[in-house]
């Protein structure tokens, strides 16, 4: 199963056209979970509550339930480990995701970096790195990043 998950992901990655629409969907989904798990992981410092934020932040993204909200992570953590490059993942949903997709990305990006009311430097760079991957302006990842530190109410 990891090979052939590894082969989609490949292949997803590479530019080559998806079996069928439903890889592309599964390696989409991948890549933003795997892009959160990056987040998450920066600072070197696991986390429950940015894992707990990860898991609610897929699930309502994606509209899953949690038993595939689960499966997901699992399978964007073993890709994160083996992962040499954000680039890699980047690449195809910036062809593929809109604007406001990405901006969407973005946004949930710095929910995970500050769900403990910390921003630390690497989690910093990771979301801003991300960003110019995603070839999000600049001033857009600020603004998103001071809407999400705002408080709600």
Do not use: C
């Not at 490949?10 to 080559?16: H, I, L, N």
């Not at 070197?44 to 499966?71: G, N, P, S, W």
């Not at 630390?120 to 801003?128: P, T």
């Amino acid at each position: 199963m990891l090979k052939t998950l590894h082969e989609l992901l490949d292949k997803a990655f590479s530019g080559e056209p998806a079996e069928n629409e439903v890889d592309w969907d599964h390696a989409l989904k991948v890549a933003t979970a795997l892009l959160l798990i990056e987040v998450a992981r920066a600072d070197y410092q696991h986390d429950l509550v940015e894992d707990q934020t990860i898991f609610a932040l897929i699930k309502d993204f994606f509209e899953l339930d949690d038993r595939a909200t689960e499966l997901l992570l699992e399978e964007a953590r073993r890709q994160s480990d083996r992962a040499v490059s954000l680039q890699q993942f980047t690449r195809r949903l910036h062809e593929q995701l809109s604007e406001d997709e990405k901006r969407r990305v973005i946004e949930m990006l710095w929910k995970v970096a500050l769900a403990d009311d910390r921003l630390d430097k690497y989690e910093d760079y990771v979301v801003r790195k991300v960003a110019d991957l995603l070839y999000v302006r600049h001033s857009d990842v600020i603004k998103i990043r001071n809407r999400v530190r705002q408080p709600e109410g």
